[in-house]
């Protein structure tokens, strides 16, 4: 059973960086996995952020970049900010299946 | 806009089926697919599946597969996700999405469905 994995939780300062990562119990996430990140606030509908590993929608804000890492997906804030606090999730492609990684909560403190 | 608005909540009885439709609108509907994501409460995103609205191919996650349907009425713009033997762990917000083959399986999203599952 295939497993996509994220950081349970990060915090981080604001105006500081972080980068949340996500990883395929297949092996290496490459481009072929399509990456794309959700955004999610409570209680609000999930928003798509990035698709394609590094493209961004028109309403995607600048500080939010997609890329590989390491074998991963990664998904980096820089200047966060007190608004960018909320679930965020990553979503692989496996040949005609999606599946979502568990989420990474995003604490700015 | 694009606008996907889906159906009512619903309770529904262990072993039951639901119905849950999505109706497109501000797009061209055949141009696109749409994407069914379910979120148990205080849970995660699951994918469940996702039909062309073009030709009605559909791919289903495997855990889902035999128990869920997905149709299309153009006639209308709707789809339908239709979740069959019930089980109180299928209490989900469920949600559709605008599939774009150019840029995201998820582009636009409904506002949910919460179906409750409880005897």
């Known amino acids: 059973q295939t497993v996509v994995t994220q950081e349970p939780s990060l915090t981080v300062s604001p105006g500081g960086t972080v980068t949340l990562t996500c990883a395929s119990s297949?092996?290496?996430?490459?481009?072929?996995?399509?990456p794309n990140w959700f955004q999610q606030k409570p209680g609000q509908v999930p928003r798509a952020l990035i698709y394609?590993?590094?493209n961004k929608h028109s309403w995607t804000p600048a500080r939010f970049s997609g890329s590989l890492l390491g074998g991963k997906a990664a998904l980096t804030l820089s200047d966060v900010q007190p608004e960018d606090e909320a679930e965020y999730y990553c979503l692989l492609y496996y040949g005609g299946a999606w599946l979502f990684g568990g989420g990474t909560k995003l604490t700015v403190l | 806009q694009v606008q996907l608005v889906q159906s009512g909540a619903e309770v529904k009885k262990p072993g039951a089926s639901v119905k849950v439709s999505c109706k497109a609108s501000?797009?061209?509907?055949?141009?696109?697919?749409i994407s069914w994501v379910r979120q148990a409460p205080g849970q995660g995103l699951e994918w469940m599946g996702m039909?062309?609205?073009?030709?009605?191919?559909?791919n289903y996650a495997q855990k889902l597969q035999g128990r869920v349907t997905m149709t299309t009425d153009t006639s209308t713009s709707t789809v339908y996700m239709e979740l069959r033997s019930l089980r109180s762990d299928d209490t989900a917000v469920y949600y559709c999405?605008?599939?774009?083959?150019?840029?995201?399986?998820?582009?636009?999203w409904g506002q949910g469905t919460l179906v409750t599952v409880s005897s």
């Open positions: 394609g590993t590094s």
């Open positions: 297949t092996g290496a996430v490459t481009s072929g996995y399509y």
């Open positions: 039909i062309s609205a073009y030709n009605g191919n559909t």
């Open positions: 999405a605008r599939y774009d083959h150019n840029s995201s399986p998820l582009l636009d």
């Open positions: 501000g797009y061209i509907f055949t141009s696109y697919g």
